[in-house]
């Protein structure tokens, strides 16, 4: 009965996973999980009291533009030029969304033709593999490497077939390595996506997150040419659940993508955007405070890290840990083992990609004492 289209796509690993949990949870187990980076923590209480004012309005509930409120706009333009020191014009070089991640099907279905390549990271965000898939396109990994501080080979890239490649996604701050890129790496990559006719989009939700510059490709001068930028409210306001993200880049790629978005969604509740520019104006010191609590909880993890007699590269960026197994363990039988033994979850390497069997992925959205718990359950 389905589509031929889905063929190659499987459930969510964390939607099968979750309902293990659930039912594990169901039978009395106390789980603990530290798989997934959904933030536990608050928006700001001004965001969440505006998302209430503006819903007990009477006259604030019909569909919103496909742009998103002007304000809204404006207000992503002066977050991009106080943090990134990137100008966007709030008319033409900004677009919400509910969310990045489905930005990033907007992306692929509004450029990818059946049988284009798509330059995917491996390891990395499973989820522009199946978009890739989705919009007809063939997903090409590029590997990242410890070695290579987990930057993609551009050397090696630029020695391939490349003809056939039309977008390149890369995310740095990098899930789940933590890795970060650097201005210099950016400029190489983007002569390298001018050269060889590439639409780089970089994939930025992790940038505000224990990470002591936040970068934007776009920053980069001449980067619009070549490049877009997605960013998301979810991790940087603790806001995962309002789906609130946005399109950085060129007039021309914003309408492109806005026409394909604009069959797919209504708009954004006026509540969620109001919500929103609160947000986006919060003082520099919300991310000081935010980053202190995961500091702390850093701390303990990499406690847990060590009782699992784990490997922990320094100076890893955003809401996770990526640690690497003893040699010979393989990452879904020790997840499970863990599951099972301890009734305690992390994600395992396997999922995000072929050259991460041995390493596991640990969240930082669980409080302290949770953390704690869980190092009292290991050792
Ligand atoms: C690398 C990466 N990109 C995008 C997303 C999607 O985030 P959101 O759609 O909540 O903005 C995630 C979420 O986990 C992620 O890890």
């Given at each position: 009965m389905q589509a031929e289209r889905l063929k190659h796509i499987q459930e969510y690993y964390f939607s099968t996973k979750l309902k293990e949990i659930a039912r594990l949870r169901f039978e009395g187990k106390p789980i603990i999980n530290l798989g997934i980076g959904s933030p536990d923590l608050p928006p700001p209480e001004s965001v969440r009291n505006t998302l209430a004012q503006v819903a007990l309005q009477t006259d604030a509930h019909r569909y919103q533009s496909y742009r998103g409120v002007a304000e809204l706009r404006h207000a992503i333009s002066r977050y991009y030029n106080s943090y990134f020191e990137v100008d966007l014009d709030a008319e033409t070089e900004i677009l919400p969304l509910t969310g990045s991640k489905e930005g990033i099907m907007h992306i692929s279905m509004a450029f990818i033709n059946k049988g284009d390549e798509v330059l995917l990271p491996d390891p990395g965000y499973m989820t522009y593999r199946a978009t890739t898939l989705l919009a007809g396109g063939q997903p090409v990994y590029y590997t990242l490497s410890e070695d290579n501080n987990y930057l993609p080979d551009l050397k090696a890239l630029a020695h391939s077939d490349l003809s056939k490649v039309k977008l390149m996604w890369i995310n740095y701050?990098?899930?789940?390595?933590?890795a970060v890129a650097n201005r210099d790496f950016y400029k190489q990559l983007l002569e390298f996506a001018h050269k060889h006719q590439i639409l780089v989009i970089n994939d930025n939700?992790?940038?505000?997150?224990?990470?002591a510059r936040p970068l934007s490709i776009l920053s980069i001068s001449g980067a619009k040419e070549t490049a877009l930028e997605l960013n998301s409210l979810s991790k940087s306001h603790n806001m995962a659940g309002w789906r609130i993200g946005m399109l950085l880049g060129k007039h021309e790629y914003i309408d492109t993508v806005l026409k394909y978005k604009s069959q797919m969604d209504s708009g954004m509740f006026l509540g969620l955007q109001k919500a929103a520019i609160m947000a986006l104006n919060s003082p520099p010191e919300w991310f000081d405070e935010l980053n202190k609590i995961y500091v702390r909880r850093k701390k303990i993890v990499l406690k847990i890290c060590q009782a699992l007699n784990l490997k922990v590269r320094s100076g890893q960026t955003g809401l996770f840990v990526w640690a690497k197994l003893p040699a010979g363990q393989n990452s879904q039988d020790f997840t499970d083992r863990l599951l099972k033994e301890k009734g305690v979850f992390m994600a395992p390497g396997f999922i995000f990609g072929q050259y991460s069997e041995n390493y596991i992925r640990i969240s930082l959205t669980n409080d302290e004492e949770i953390l704690t718990e869980t190092l009292n359950r290991i050792i």
């Open positions: 701050p990098h899930m789940p390595t933590g939700p992790y940038s505000m997150i224990l990470n």
